[in-house]
């Protein structure tokens, strides 16, 4: 109660302070500052109330962008979320890098066979169920059924290539917040990182092959998947260059590392923009150099988890914030089926992928659960689409996609944490962490 009513005396103040100094009349930037101090303090008390109903925090911060947002109570406003879009670039390098650090080496060697097999799994039956279910469905879904199969097959393509990419944020967040530790939660990160590589080459060969389809007259772009490679590929050498010079660091000044990594983080950001580079692959890249190749691996996933709270708030809410209803409400059947669709052919993946490789009852029946958020890659993904194919068709996939990835993002955390609960890997049991390994083993 009493941070419900904390929350309203803060929606309160701050209106009557934006009422008090007009935006026209306030210095620039002013209320920016002042949207970003309100959001951090009423997420992070959102984030705490929720926890009451077994919610988990990110829940409570991405909620309170949505009722925060312009679609609602427009504290934030389109505008506003835009100037404050830099937290995002500097929270995903911050996510990815404690991604790359979670990454051992030494825990892929012990179980290369579970984590192949329920990748591959995944990839083959989320690709091809999405664009089967596409095809079979095609004559009752409106736009779709006004098109040639060619071009059902096509978008089905993109569709289930877009379906197959996961949300390393979400996953980080909830690892993060839960302390959670054990064989399920090693599974979702460790297929999570990986698989955040490898949809960016499928995407890439998939979108190849439909534009042709899609597009009377065009051929298949080999250019496009080649330039892809390369991006890749020089974003992963600038990740081992980035770790190197963390490494650096943390050997030789030992000093405030987390401050470091904010400047030095900042750096790369405008840098990854200048030479086209993917942050995630970087920073990912980056902490997997460390964690493998140093003994500061434990110490930088501390320093980050130590100090990084508010960031995470911040990027939560305002990824809430930019969800777009008029995007589902004009699509909202289309986009309940693709969500459907990926829900149903993750769970039947990962079931396939785990069931002959691992004897770990919560692993065969939960660990879909932790494949459900969608964030960052996504999104990118879908807007290259839209200006891939111009005109109705990828105006189309983006929007959907969008709105799709709205409701993965809302139903992606509640069902991990639930995920994480049920195999008794959440901080509440992980004290005593060899009752709860040997527990789950035996099962």
């Known amino acids: 109660m009493r941070i419900t009513i904390f929350i309203i005396l803060l929606l309160l103040t701050t209106a009557f302070i934006q009422r008090l100094i007009p935006s026209h009349t306030a210095l620039p930037g002013a209320e920016v500052v002042l949207m970003l101090g309100f ?4 997420a992070y008390l959102l984030g705490k109330s929720v926890t009451r109903i077994r919610l988990p925090k990110i829940s409570g911060y991405l909620l309170a962008g949505i009722l925060l947002g312009p679609y609602f109570l427009n504290y934030l406003s389109s505008s506003t979320v835009g100037e404050l879009k830099l937290i995002d670039d500097i929270a995903l390098s911050l996510i990815a890098l404690t991604a790359g650090g979670e990454f051992r080496l030494s825990n892929v060697r012990q179980k290369w066979r579970l984590l192949t097999s329920v990748i591959s799994w995944q990839i083959v039956i989320v690709l091809c169920g999405v664009t089967a279910g596409i095809l079979l469905l095609s004559p009752w879904l409106g736009f779709i059924n006004q098109q040639p199969l060619r071009v059902v097959l096509g ?8 379906a197959i990419a996961k949300s390393p944020a979400t996953t980080i967040a909830i690892i993060t917040e839960s302390k959670a530790r054990g064989p399920l939660t090693d599974l979702v990160l ?5 698989k955040d590589i490898i949809v960016v080459l499928v995407f890439a060969v998939i979108l190849a092959f439909a534009e042709p389809l899609v597009l009377p007259g065009q051929e298949m772009r080999l250019q496009y998947v080649l330039s892809v490679l390369g991006e890749i590929s020089l974003s ?23 401050i470091f990594l904010m400047g030095f983080i900042l750096l790369i950001i405008e840098v990854s923009r200048l030479a086209h580079l993917e942050i995630v692959l970087v920073f990912m890249m980056a902490g997997f150099m460390i964690q493998n190749f140093s003994k500061h691996g ?49 769970q039947i993946g990962t ?14 029946r939960y660990s879909w659960m932790g494949f459900i958020g969608q964030a960052g890659v996504t999104l990118g993904l879908s807007i290259i689409v839209g200006r891939t194919l111009p005109g109705e068709i990828g105006n189309f996939i983006k929007t959907i996609m969008i709105a799709a990835i709205a409701i993965n993002q809302l139903l992606g955390p509640v069902l991990f944490r639930f995920a994480l609960d049920k195999a008794g890997e959440v901080s509440a049991t992980a004290a005593k962490p060899a009752v709860v390994l040997t527990s789950a083993q035996k099962k």
């Open 39 to 42: 959001v951090l303090l009423a």
């Open 155 to 162: 978008i089905g393509l993109i569709f289930g290539s877009l």
């Open 190 to 194: 460790e297929v999570t990182v990986a």
């Open 236 to 258: 992963l050498f600038v990740g081992g260059v980035a770790g190197y010079l963390i490494y650096s660091y943390m050997k030789y000044v030992k000093q405030q590392t987390f």
């Open 298 to 346: 434990d110490e930088l996933i501390h320093a980050i988890e130590s100090n990084s709270l508010p960031v995470y708030v911040t990027f939560f809410t305002i990824a809430g914030a930019s969800l777009n209803f008029d995007l589902f409400i004009k699509n909202w059947v289309f986009t309940l089926l693709i969500v459907g669709l990926r829900l149903g052919t993750t």
């Open 351 to 364: 079931w396939l992928g785990s069931r002959f490789t691992t004897t770990n009852v919560f692993i065969r």
